[in-house]
């Protein structure tokens, strides 16, 4: 039966293709302790399921012969996992033992695997451990009898087609150990469009839909899905007209995306001749080709604290040297902005080791970004260091998130200071005029910026978190998803004012949220003055195409007179006029 859901487009385009659902099963497994008479039936009940999935996977193996090759290899590592005795023979084990139910015994001996993935240095790896939840939330479905039959069954007519993940929520750390898989959308039930998995969505230029509430329980495996994310609508089981619709739609926007390659090597001017920088935001170094093929002419915004996620330990001063130095070579002289870690909130490097800690209500207020640097000195002293070693290789920029307050601005420069020193006292080489930038990130931050544009060389502003903030509503919460608004007068007036300040000042002012890189808001932007923006690779020639229809004498005058009113209404009529 075909029926459709209502989430928000966290990433727009459009993929055609099978559900893969994920989750935790723990959260769904009882726990129950057996009479011992029932045990020997307990183990016979697991041994079943086993065996059925090793059935379920042969089949779908046989009908996989066209199908994408990443399909073919999950199935051969999850028939390998039910081969292992780490997997089929442990949990007898424990069922005998400790005489649990078979579910729940897997289950402890799941996040044992898991614990034991998560330890590797190598990310292929690591990243490993999604497979065992998969390969174990396959058994648990059969032996909770939710075998799921009927979809593998439909799963044989369309061979050809490429998988969507399907997931209650998915945090940074899940979302960018999937970077390598090319998937070919992501769907949840939380989260919302500013979330840092949205984020990383479009970074992969996928589209997702998060914020569906129920995805997960409606969708089953293997069942055929469109996912508009411009749209923000999930399609299950299309019927063949609508599901031409969407493969013609498809086509259009390869051919829309064809046509705006042809502006990568024009220079980025004004019709009035003002020059204009587009900048790339990263994640890892092995973004820096999607950047360049993007046509970046830098790199605007690297979010270092991804090279600490999905890792049992801290990566040292001379792995993250070369990361950095990667990323400067790979850009080939042209400019890197690279910020120092901004884990806590959602990208915590301990995420389940809290069991004794204070349960943390608002992690978005609390020990996040620069503020958890300056409180672990050494592991920000590491960071610099590696920092400045790289700027021998090329020009980069460091940028600091988070600031508020005038003395963590100073002691962020005596930290950097140090490292400069430490690094002098070794005779090790690096730039000693390296430009050193602040993020106007909170809304403190930008209406005291003189503060700021005093102490520091660049601005940066983040209107992901800058929104967050002002309008006080979480960016990673589908429930007030609604209420996160660009366009409120009152972020409008912070935009505008620390652009101004900045111009008015000397001091180079970036954006590098999500607002840089909406096509929507080019022209408002260009007319507020900002003439530097980072945003997703894929976003670059949409904007650019935008900037070189522009006048900003033109503009400029009725974004001031725009800046004026403070009803939302007028304000959105008169956005539509300034793009009309
Ligand atoms: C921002 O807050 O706008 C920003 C660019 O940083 P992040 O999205 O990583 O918080
Ligand atoms: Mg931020």
Redesign the pocket.
């Known amino acids: 039966m075909s029926f459709t859901l209502h989430g928000l487009g966290a990433s727009t385009g459009i993929a055609i293709g099978r559900a893969m659902l994920m989750s935790h099963a723990t959260l769904e497994v009882s726990h129950l302790t057996l009479a011992p008479r029932l045990v020997d039936k307990e183990i016979a009940r697991f041994d079943k399921a086993i065996a059925i999935v090793k059935g379920e996977l042969a089949t779908m193996k046989e009908n996989t012969e066209h199908a994408p090759a990443e399909l073919a290899a999950f199935i051969d590592i999850h028939t390998m996992f039910l081969e292992d005795s780490e997997l089929v023979e442990k949990p007898r084990e424990i069922i005998r033992e400790r005489r649990c139910n078979a579910e729940w015994a897997l289950v402890q001996q799941m996040e044992h695997l898991v614990g034991q993935f998560e330890q590797f240095d190598d990310p292929y790896l690591r990243e490993r451990k999604f497979d065992v939840i998969q390969v174990v939330e396959r058994v648990i479905k059969e032996l909770l009898g939710h075998p799921g039959r009927a979809a593998l069954k439909a799963a044989k007519h369309t061979k050809e087609e490429a998988l969507i993940v399907v997931a209650h929520d998915l945090s940074p750390a899940d979302t960018i150990a999937f970077k390598d898989h090319r998937f070919a959308s992501f769907i949840t039930d939380v989260g919302g469009a500013t979330s840092h998995t949205a984020i990383l969505a479009r970074s992969m230029a996928i589209p997702a839909v998060l914020g569906l509430e129920n995805a997960r329980a409606l969708i089953r495996d293997g069942e055929q899905l469109i996912v508009d994310g411009m749209r923000g609508v999930v399609i299950v089981n299309p019927d063949p007209r609508v599901l031409d619709e969407y493969r013609l739609r498809m086509e259009q926007l390869e051919l829309e995306k064809t046509k705006l390659k042809r502006l990568k090597s024009s220079p980025t001017v004004t019709l009035d001749g003002l020059d204009v920088a587009l900048h790339a935001n990263i994640e890892l170094p092995g973004d820096v080709p999607d950047a360049l093929e993007g046509g970046a002419e830098g790199i605007g915004l690297f979010r270092t604290e991804f090279l600490f996620l999905n890792r049992g330990d801290m990566p040292d001063e001379q792995e993250q040297f070369e990361a950095y130095k990667k990323v400067v070579k790979g850009m080939g002289g042209r400019p890197v902005t690279i910020r120092t870690f901004?884990l806590g909130n959602d990208k915590d490097l301990h995420p389940d080791a809290s069991a004794g800690d204070r349960v943390k209500t608002n992690p978005a207020l609390g020990r996040r970004a620069i503020r958890l640097s300056l409180s672990e000195p050494k592991m920000f002293q590491t960071q610099l260091r590696a920092i400045l070693r790289a700027s021998r290789y090329g020009p980069i920029k460091l940028l600091i998130?988070?600031l508020a307050h005038a003395h963590e601005i100073d002691q962020t420069l005596a930290a950097i200071e140090q490292a400069k020193s430490s690094l002098r006292g070794e005779k090790i080489a690096f730039d000693e005029n390296i430009p050193i930038g602040g993020?106007i990130?909170i809304p403190a931050a930008a209406l005291a910026v003189g503060i700021f544009l005093r102490r520091l060389d660049f601005l940066s502003i983040?209107t992901?978190?800058l929104i967050q903030y002002t309008l006080a509503i979480d960016r990673s919460d589908e429930q007030v998803a609604s209420l996160y608004d660009p366009l409120h007068p009152a972020v409008l007036m912070l935009l505008a004012h620390t652009i101004a300040s900045a111009e008015k000042a000397g001091v180079p002012v970036s954006v590098c949220g999500e607002t840089a890189g909406d096509p929507k808001l080019t022209r408002l932007l260009l007319g507020m003055g900002l003439r530097i923006f980072s945003m997703h690779p894929s976003q670059i020639l949409k904007v650019k195409s935008r900037i070189l229809k522009a006048d900003v004498s033109e503009i400029a005058p009725n974004v001031r007179k725009m800046l004026r009113l403070d009803e939302p209404s007028k304000l959105r009529e008169a956005l539509d006029k300034l793009n009309a």
């Open positions: 901004d998130p988070m993020m990130e983040g992901n978190d």
